[in-house]
């Protein structure tokens, strides 16, 4: 890796961190960049995997405030997350690199459409009213954050705007209490993932490193500035980088 190289993935840490904290899908960030300055896919995704748990980190202390009295909700649905997650890096691993090359672009332009169609998600969550007080999402929440660990395992990007998308329709909650529950499940997916990893994958630790290091930075931007930024020009952004990873997959 070049030195200009290393500052790209960088700074596509910072990029990632940010994006994560505020909504989601840093990964269509920071994992073209790696496709672009050559690791083979699985590499790039588990190396993408580990680098941004520091990220995950940063963002959630950021949020430590909306946390409070959140426990219980955040060890039952935790623990759904875990068992997903752990599943997702099995499966990851298990499947041929044909496999993950063949649903990886699908699974980027489903988290593309997530991430165009949010903002419509977000004004049907912001207007809805108040309902009767759900039970903690009951089952159905229970089950979706599952499999929604099942994705952030395997591959993670946007995995923040479905999380977004099930708590907002099944939790009676304020938006930024739901954030702050999304950054501390899509930590503990990453999280047990990348320890997965670290055991039973070849990792690039220079990218890792890099990525960690931006990230954490990126994390405390989205904490703290993040809701003043553009949400127009973020997903602009992040539709450019998706659909390069996108066309970079399938023509190989």
């Known amino acids: 890796m070049s030195p200009w190289e290393a500052i790209g993935v960088f700074v596509a ?10 909504v989601g899908s840093g990964t269509l960030i920071t994992f ?4 672009a300055v050559g ?9 993408n995997t580990l680098g941004l748990v520091p990220g995950s980190v940063s963002g959630a202390l950021g949020y430590r405030e909306e946390l409070k009295g959140q426990r219980p909700r955040l060890l039952r649905l935790g623990s759904a997350s875990l068992l997903g997650g752990l599943l997702g890096a099995i499966l990851l691993l298990l ?4 496999a993950f090359q063949a ?9 593309l459409l997530l991430v165009v169609v949010q903002p419509r998600l977000s004004r049907y969550l912001a207007v809805r009213g108040k309902g009767p007080t759900r039970a903690e999402g009951g089952i159905a929440l229970l089950l979706g954050v599952f499999g929604t660990g099942v994705y952030g395992g395997y591959f993670g990007a946007a995995q ?9 329709l099944l939790l009676d909650d304020g938006l930024q209490r739901i ?3 999304k950054n501390v499940l899509a930590l503990i997916v990453n999280g047990v993932a990348a320890i997965f990893f670290i055991f039973a994958a070849t990792i690039d630790w220079t990218a890792a490193l890099l990525i960690a ?14 809701r003043r930024l553009p949400p127009t020009a973020l997903r602009v952004l992040i539709v450019a980088v998706g659909l390069t990873a996108m066309t970079k997959l399938l023509i190989g």
């Open 179 to 181: 954030n702050a529950t």
């Open 213 to 226: 290091a931006g990230s954490v930075i990126g994390g405390q931007v989205g904490s703290r500035v993040g």
């Open 39 to 47: 690791l083979p896919p699985i590499t790039a995704n588990v190396s």
């Open 32 to 35: 073209p960049v790696l496709l």
């Open 103 to 111: 649903i990886v672009p699908i699974l980027i332009g489903i988290a």
């Open 13 to 22: 840490g910072i990029g990632a961190g940010t994006i994560n904290t505020i």
């Open 95 to 98: 499947l041929p690199a044909a």
């Open 160 to 168: 923040g705007v479905l999380l977004l998308g099930l708590m907002g």
